[in-house]
């Protein structure tokens, strides 16, 4: 009984969620983020940091780089992942494979 009670109130969780649909995506921040950021690390701010192109080009590659490694995600979904070694080799299988079968159902 309880196993239909955690399901159902997973399925509530998740169609309450702000997230809804959209689980994961990428991060997005730019060089401009990460500058500020760093300005509000360091004491002094702004007027303590360089700005130079040789800065601005680190903080580009930086923001280009985090965005195609680091995702966002919704809460309840990540827990899930965590408490569910099943589910994330299902994900993972899922994206290893991704695109192999529509070639096969659609050749071309």
């Not at 009670?5 to 649909?21: D, F, H, I, M, T």
């Not at 992942?81 to 993972?92: F, P, V, Y």
């Amino acid at each position: 009984m309880t196993d239909i009670l955690n399901e159902a109130y997973g399925v509530v969780q998740c169609k309450e969620c702000p997230w809804y649909k959209s689980c994961v995506m990428p991060m997005r921040f730019t060089a401009e983020d990460l500058r500020r950021q760093l300005e509000s690390q360091i004491p002094g701010g702004s007027s303590a940091m360089p700005n130079d192109a040789g800065l601005q080009n680190l903080l580009s590659s930086m923001a280009t780089s985090a965005q195609n490694s680091l995702l966002e995600g919704c809460p309840i979904f990540v827990e899930r992942l965590r408490n569910s070694q099943e589910l994330a080799a299902a994900i993972k299988k899922l994206m290893q494979n991704f695109g192999k079968q529509d070639v096969l159902d659609n050749p071309k």
